[in-house]
T-cell receptor, first 114, second 115 residues
Framework: DAEITQSPRHKITETGRQVTLACHQT?????MFWYRQDLGHGLRLIHY???????NKGEVSDGYSVSRSNTEDLPLTLESAASSQTSVYFC?????????????FGPGTRLTVL | DQQVKQNSPSLSVQEGRISILNCDYT??????FLWYKKYPAEGPTFLIS?????DKNEDGRFTVFLNKSAKHLSLHIVPSQPGDSAVYFC??????????????FGKGTKLSVKP
């Protein structure tokens, strides 16, 4: 069955370190998204991609970067982790084109920055 | 400014009764609305959606109503079951600015269904 996976599921790191969160989908979806979920804020979009070599900034992109070298993967990198980036991160994917709004979410990565 | 608002952070309902979750939006360009359900330690899962050309969509115990003039939608769960206890997110999408497929989420409403 097609799926979307995230790794690691839990990560503890120190302030200033570079961290990369992996997202892999086997739906063959063109669109991929990264969100963070925080209490009182719901789901906020960090970065998104509509296809290979395409990346775009979302609502809360400062301190994060993504790259899309193939259809299946969209890794999220925290260049220099900060305590404010402690959060739960969700990756999602969807088909491209009009009428395809439903996004499929991964199980999430809980990141703690000490 | 929030474009999708869920003004009730939490809702408690007795098993067997109706649960009504509300969502308001401000952008008239939104033309597709979705509800997601999220259990702790899991990713959100799609529940039900509605296009702006409709005012109602039903799927089993779940019905979504859309009132475009009021920019308001609601999710009705009848009858409510303890397994429905979760956080429900309202999301909206539109065909504007090239951001096709992007969703704007509300902050969520935590539903508790008491046995």
């Amino acid at each position: 069955d097609a799926e979307i996976t995230q790794s690691p599921r839990h990560k503890i790191t120190e302030t200033g370190r570079q961290v990369t969160l992996a997202c892999h989908q086997t739906w063959n979806h063109n669109n991929m998204f990264w969100y963070r979920q925080d209490l009182g804020h719901g789901l906020r979009l960090i970065h998104y991609s509509y296809g290979v070599q395409d990346t775009n900034k979302g609502e809360v992109s400062d301190g994060y970067s993504v790259s899309r070298s193939n259809t299946e993967d969209l890794p999220l990198t925290l260049e220099s982790a900060a305590s404010s980036q402690t959060s739960v991160y969700f990756c999602a994917s969807s088909k491209a084109g009009a009428g395809y709004n439903e996004q499929f979410f991964g199980p999430g990565t809980r990141l703690t920055v000490l | 400014d929030q474009q999708v608002k869920q003004n009730s952070p939490s809702l408690s309902v007795q098993e067997g009764r109706i649960s009504i979750l509300n969502c308001d939006y401000t952008n008239s360009m939104f033309d597709y609305f979705l509800w997601y359900k999220k259990y702790p330690a899991e990713g959100p899962t799609f529940l039900i959606s509605i296009s702006s050309i409709k005012d109602k969509n039903e799927d089993g115990r779940f019905t979504v109503f859309l009132n475009k003039s009021a920019k308001h939608l609601s999710l009705h769960i009848v009858p409510s079951q303890p397994g429905d206890s979760a956080v429900y997110f309202c999301a909206a999408s539109g065909r504007y600015g090239g951001s096709q497929g992007n969703l704007i989420f509300g902050k969520g409403t935590k539903l508790s269904v008491k046995p």
